[in-house]
């Protein structure tokens, strides 16, 4: 009895080669990951003077708070960018991860609408 | 073997365990980690969130650095960001298959780790002795509030490194694919932990 | 099409390939008895039954404990119901309560604060979310898409091991001095702050359930999006799958603010912050000494933005139950399948941006309530894309009475009159009137009572074949159900005409002291108390009907001419495993879809259902033989 399920074996290597840091591929020359390896560095070197930055500007500077707070969430921002798309390989993620990801960010936007909600909102208005 | 599931003498096997689904492109445990962390995104955005919502409701409200070590913040910040290269890097030696020198940057993974708890705990210790407490104002509230909770964060991943370390490494010996996945996607969970520090740190410290 | 092959078995006519089947299996159930009670698999009694990570099993476990939950939640209410009746009697069942809460049999105010509060929360927390996630979800997600298990089956038993204990932390916080929490479920801050310490315990009871909840909407997600068959895409889904996949986004990414909020309520409470304290409160005479400077509509705000997708958490595995049901009953696919499906989709979305529909008489600006009241009004629209389609489903079909079938028909006007009497709630204009009243009760209780536990009755009808290869009593079944359709309409109706004339939510004397409630709440209150007796009292035959059921399943006692697919149905967890499914990894082997999920009487088939993992239809046996009830197969009516 021939079982057509039985001749199913889905997927085992997926050769797909996309860019720095594939996290999906399972067979990157070992000249790949080293170069990985150089692109970590690099961005570690980026963050650690973004930091630098940061405190510079915010403390040594004293800058006023309204300035600081933009100052500091937009450097904050590129750091995390960093941190997401290349630590975390986001850059050359799949679809489904991006597809969790976008809609994780709108929610998050609708959470943080919930101060700017209540503050549009006083009472009496 | 606790990815399968039997009858009899069929073993059906749980699949995309270690390899990629083809349409789908990632494992299984790569998706369940980024939901995980989505899921993180919404709790900690929820604290910023009502941070937020305090700040903008007190009548006043100090600035981070009159009332917290900068200094050391700064460099807890940076202890950190060597951490999620140290884990990085890790990943990228057992992917080239060098079980030693991925344990040697996940155990300076953890080093790091532990030295931003000890540095947490000198500055919680510090605050105490100036008698600010959780209850003594709004600020110190959410200050201990985020970093706690970020703080206990970063022991629950020492502790899933520990055991990858120790333990968990023999599922190098007979599947070193997985394990090599087992520790990205503990990674991953350690740059996210990374990630809302880069976020709480300016925020706390320096506005 | 090829002709499969027919052999001939004693006195009756097989397909040789469900022949081969059969054999199989019986020679694997041999070898398993042959070995001892655990087979050839050699598990310890603790990790088969305690810590098992069979979803299968832990769907079960998640059932029963459950059900438990529904059944104390449900006599939490009694207990109520005989004070709003009839206030200030003494009963001796009250005594139960014991002297601090029931002197002599009167229920204290206090302590009808605690049973409220307590009988939502056990209710939402501990019974609906549990049963219709963890247990039909946990079983039967699996199963319909064609996997051997969940993704993460540890993952999944860990999930069971929060919930459980959490539950157990709930019910422990009865002991706690000053009772357990009694600021309603939704435990507005400052009361619950300054509430007694079995508040703390509910907050903590709370973490451990959002823990299991978090961790199983990741495996359920993980499960459907990674391990559904080959050929199984996603419009061809059971729409029970479906409601699933979005209530485990709902239950991922709305669940995390409730936690953040429960931590700082816990900090308020027992490190002495102010998140949600104002300055200068005054309680009992006493200023409070916190620092103050906090917000008490903060907590509203981070507890609805939760609690509103959890009511849509509620309300989706139900209507997933009711569609398949409703597909099977009426031997016809489901109308509108596709536009069910986005408009789930469409609905869970919407359910994160309608939350402060909640909060209309907090005070809010006018701005800020029309942008929720539309959002609310909007997301009326999916909800009726669904409910009609369901209703346009039975429209020609070809309809089977059964206790499922009766409890799925009977959804369909109850949700109607909950989701209805929901849109003067939703507008801010006429909530200023029926907020916190009976009316509010009387919506949500439509919507999860006749709704949502009326789709869960029929799902355990539906399935208990399934799971144990035995049918739950006809009979008594239809007996449950009358007795408890009519009863439950007459506990909830009059709801709304109390709210409508003002009697207000949270009395513990069901509006008796205020002049302008006297009246109604004197004419309806002990009449719906009598339903609420009646009801306890019909589910009594179905209590029975399901343990003597259950215990006979577990003593081995099948029913033989049952087959492995009663119902005759399309879908993988009815048509490609056997009733009970295999012990370990569901299927003979993983099947391969080749359909859509309801392929019920296909015009030019011969064949009165195709199920899902079938290549080809099935060919009618030759006349003379007789069918082995599990084939697929049966002749078309006419």
Partial sequence: MTDPAAAVEPGVDVHEHAGIGDPNAHHHTPEQIRSEMRVYITVFIGLAVLTAVTVGACYGLKLPVHTAIIVALIIASIKGFLVAGFFMHLLSEKKVIYGVLILTVIFFIFLMSLPISHHLSPFGS | MDAHASVG?????????????????????????????????????????????????????????????????????????????????????????????????????????????????????????????????????????????????ILGGVIVFLYFLGPGAKMWSHDPERYTNRIEVVGLYWHFVDLVWIFLFPVLYLM | MALRRQIRVGSQWMYADEAHKALREALRVMEDEKGGEHGGHHLPWIRRYVFSTDHKWIGIQY????????????????????????????????????????????????????????????????????????????????????????????????????????????????????????????SYPPLSVIASQGQTWWLVGMVFLITSSLLGSVNFIVTIVQLRAKGLSYMRF?????????????????????????????????????????????????????????????????????????????????????????????????????????????????????????MFLTGMGTTISAFFQTTTMIISIPSVIILSSLFLSLWGGSIRFTTPMLFALAFLPMFGIGGLTGLPLGLAAADIHLHDTYYVIGHFHYVVAPGTIFAMFGGIYYWFPKATGRKLNDF?????????????????????????????????????QYAHAKQIAAQTNPFMSICAIGLLVAQVPFIINFFYNAIAAALGHRDEGLGSNPWGATTMEWAATTSPPLAHGNFEVLPVVYRGPYEYNVPGEAAEFIPQHMPAAPEPAPRGGSLLPSTAVAMREN
């Avoid at chain 2, 290269?85 to 890790?90: C, F, G, L, S």
């Avoid at chain 2, 003594?136 to 509230?141: L, P, Q, V, Y």
């Avoid at chain 3, 039909?136 to 298990?149: E, R, S």
């Fill in chain 3, 63 to 186: 059932g029963f404990t459950a059900l438990l939950f529904l059944m104390l939640g449900f006599c939490l209410m009694i207990l109520m119901r005989l004070q709003l009746g009839w206030p200030g009697t003494a009963f001796n069942v009250m005594k139960v309560l014991g002297e601090s809460r029931a002197p002599g049999g009167v229920l204290l105010p206090e302590a009808y604060n605690q049973l409220g509060a307590m009988h939502g929360t056990i209710m939402i927390f501990l019974g609906i979310v549990p049963l219709a996630v963890g247990a039909f979800g946990n079983y039967l997600v699996p199963l319909q898409i064609g996997a051997p298990d969940m993704a993460f089956p540890k993952l999944n038993m860990i999930s069971y091991w929060c919930y459980a204990p959490g539950g157990l932390i709930m019910l422990a916080s009865f002991l706690a001095p000053g009772g357990t929490a009694q600021s309603g479920w939704t």
């Fill in chain 3, 476 to 512: 008594w079944g239809r007996v449950h159900f009358w007795i408890s359709f009519v009863c439950i309409n007459g506990v909830f109706f009059p709801m709304f005409a109390q709210g409508l004339a003002g009697v207000s939510r949270r009395l513990y004397d069901g509006g008796m």
């Fill in chain 3, 238 to 358: 059971p729409f029970f799958v479906h409601a699933q996949f979005v209530t485990s986004f709902l239950l991922l990414l709305a669940f995390p603010p409730l936690e953040a909020a429960a931590v700082l309520q816990l900090m308020d409470r027992v490190a002495g912050t102010s998140f949600f304290l104002p300055s200068g409160l005054v309680v009992s005479g006493q200023a409070l000494t916190n620092a103050g400077g906090g917000n008490p509509l903060l907590w509203q705000h981070l507890f609805w933005f939760l609690a509103h997708p959890e009511v849509y958490v509620l309300i989706l595995p139900a209507m997933g139950i009711v569609a398949e049901i409703i597909a099977n009953g009426t031997r016809k696919p489901l109308w509108g399948y596709k536009s069910m499906v986005f408009a789930t989709v469409f609905l869970g979305f919407m359910s994160f941006v309608v939350w402060a529909h909640h």
């Fill in chain 2, 9 to 153: 003498h069929a073993e059906l096997e749980i699949l995309y365990n270690v390899h990629p689904r083809p349409d789908t492109g990632v494992y299984n445990a790569k998706l369940g980690i980024w939901l995980f962390l989505a899921s993180e995104v919404m709790l900690f955005g929820a604290l910023f969130s009502s941070l937020i919502l305090l700040r903008t409701g007190a009548d006043t409200w100090p600035r981070g650095f009159d009332m917290l070590n900068v200094p050391l913040a700064t460099f807890n910040t940076f202890i950190l960001i060597v951490s999620s290269v140290t884990v990085v890097m890790a990943w990228s030696q057992l992917r080239l298959g060098n079980l030693k020198w991925g344990r040697i940057y996940i155990s300076a993974t953890i080093l790091c780790a532990l030295i931003f708890l000890v540095n947490k705990g000198f500055e919680y210790g510090h605050e105490f002795r100036e008698h600010n407490f959780p209850k003594t104002n709004n600020f110190f509230a959410i200050y201990f509030t985020m970093t706690g909770l970020h703080g206990l964060h």
